[in-house]
């Protein structure tokens, strides 16, 4: 597999500072350790958003970071997740005096991480409070998670909590308002082909030609089942119909609780989608899918939506995690109420994400 680059120890320091030299009217990059952080930050009386994961799914995050979404962005290296320093050294950066909120995907190396830099955070002062994003519908464990997996909701936590940050809305309230939109939504993905790391040079799972690839997690985890290929109503119909039809369930996860000053455990549940119901959508491209076709997925998604009595009230259709050079497609649904669709619409300004401005 040929790659643009030099040498695979660099490609994440190389990359984050590229994304800096190219934006430099939006964020600048710290190097050792790694992140991206928002030129005017901190931001007085602002509560901060820091999130981050592995690279190799850009433009998530460092592509979130700008004025109505993300404060700053941790990239660990490749499908591997930042490590605490990384993240605590990206909080200090950006907060104020009102704290900083992480928003975390539900990959075991990124909530254990992300919960020992809370930890070195409030022992330097500042107030932090982890949300957790667990939306994927394929899968309820794996060898990354323990329960479902953190995918697209996470770009629409990011928007809609980045703009209700620029609002002025305190810590507490930034987190109610996470955990809600991470309850109301659901993703699921396919593969056409395996990606390819710089380290590894081959494919991370064996995908033959006639194969696809159900319910694949964004590092490039095999998915739920393997399908025969078949045309692209069939395989959309498949995958919506897996969000939509998803039950509600219950799930226990860990939050800290400011007044106990310790970690505890949380029950969130999720709603069902129904009849009536306003949501925002999402067709995600995975890396090496034309957007051509990415539209095609579009049309039947949203006469699926409409057959189920869904309104899609706001859509995004284009690139915006990515599993490197991976063929396949994600859709993320989130059901939105007004202060949700609200805070949507709200201006923002990133590398990959940009209106109102």
Not at 32 to 52: Q, T
Not at 200 to 210: H, S
Not at 256 to 270: C, G, H, M, S
Not at 274 to 301: C, H, K, S, W
Request: net charge negative; charged share 20%.
């Amino acid at each position: 597999m040929k790659k643009l680059i030099n040498s695979s120890e660099n490609v994440v320091c190389e990359a984050i500072a590229g994304m800096a030299t190219a934006h430099p009217h939006l964020l600048r990059a710290h190097l050792d350790p790694n992140y991206l952080w928002r030129i005017d930050a901190p931001k007085p009386g602002r509560v901060a958003l820091v999130s981050g994961g592995g690279s190799g799914h850009e433009p998530m995050h460092g592509g979130f970071v700008g004025p109505g979404m993300l404060s700053a962005a941790c990239p660990g290296e490749i499908f591997t997740s930042p490590t605490p320093d990384q993240i605590f050294e990206a909080t200090r950066a950006v907060s104020s005096e009102a704290g900083a909120l992480h928003i975390v995907k539900n990959y075991a190396g990124d909530v254990m991480n992300f919960e020992m830099a809370g930890d070195l955070a409030r022992m330097a002062g500042i107030r932090t409070l982890n949300v957790v994003i667990d939306d994927d519908v394929a899968v309820k464990d794996s060898l990354y998670t323990q329960g479902r997996r953190g995918m697209g909701t996470t770009i629409f936590a990011e928007k809609i909590c980045g703009a209700g940050a620029a609002r002025g809305y305190d810590l507490k309230r930034l987190a109610d308002l996470c955990r809600r939109v991470n309850s109301n939504g659901r993703s699921a993905g396919l593969a056409l082909t395996s990606c390819v790391t710089p380290a590894k040079g081959t494919p991370t799972f064996d995908l033959g030609p006639e194969d696809v690839e159900m319910g694949i997690g964004i590092h490039g985890e095999p998915g739920r089942r393997r399908v025969p290929f078949a045309p692209a109503d069939e395989l959309v119909e498949m995958l919506a119909l897996s969000i939509i039809e998803d039950p509600p369930y219950s799930r226990r996860l860990r939050e800290w609780d400011e007044r106990l000053d310790t970690w505890t455990d949380v029950e969130i549940t999720n709603a069902v989608f129904a009849a009536g119901d306003r949501v925002i959508a999402m067709v995600n491209g995975m890396g090496g899918t034309p957007i051509i076709e990415l539209y095609i997925v579009y049309r039947q998604f949203a006469m699926l939506c409409e057959r189920k009595g869904l309104s899609i009230a706001r859509c995004l259709v284009g690139t915006y995690i990515t599993s490197l050079e991976m063929q396949g497609v994600s859709i993320t649904l989130l059901r939105a109420d007004d202060e949700m669709l609200e805070l949507w619409d709200a201006p923002v300004c990133t590398p990959a994400l940009r209106w109102g401005m």
